[in-house]
């Protein structure tokens, strides 16, 4: 007998499952542009690290405002 997940699991599944991979490839490319400039410019990678980790955790509270104003 085959079992079928509802729709609902089948979205949350779908949203975990493309979540934690783009995680993966977000920090990866991160992980990568900033090695690249610390090589070539050092004083660049940090600024480009630093900016990056300001406006990501700014835009937390930006997306949790947005998403209350329906």
């Known amino acids: 007998v085959i079992v079928r997940a509802s729709s609902r699991a089948d979205a949350w599944m779908a949203f975990a499952v ?3 991979l783009g995680g993966f490839t977000t920090f990866s490319a991160l ?3 900033t090695s690249v400039l610390l090589a ?3 004083l660049v990678a940090l600024a480009y690290l630093g900016v990056t ?3 990501g955790l ?6 949790a405002f947005l998403a ?3």
């Open 40 to 42: 070539t410019a050092p």
């Open 53 to 55: 980790l300001v406006v």
């Open 18 to 20: 493309t979540g934690f």
């Open 68 to 70: 209350d104003r329906r």
């Open 31 to 33: 992980a990568l542009d």
């Open 58 to 63: 700014l835009a937390v509270p930006l997306g």
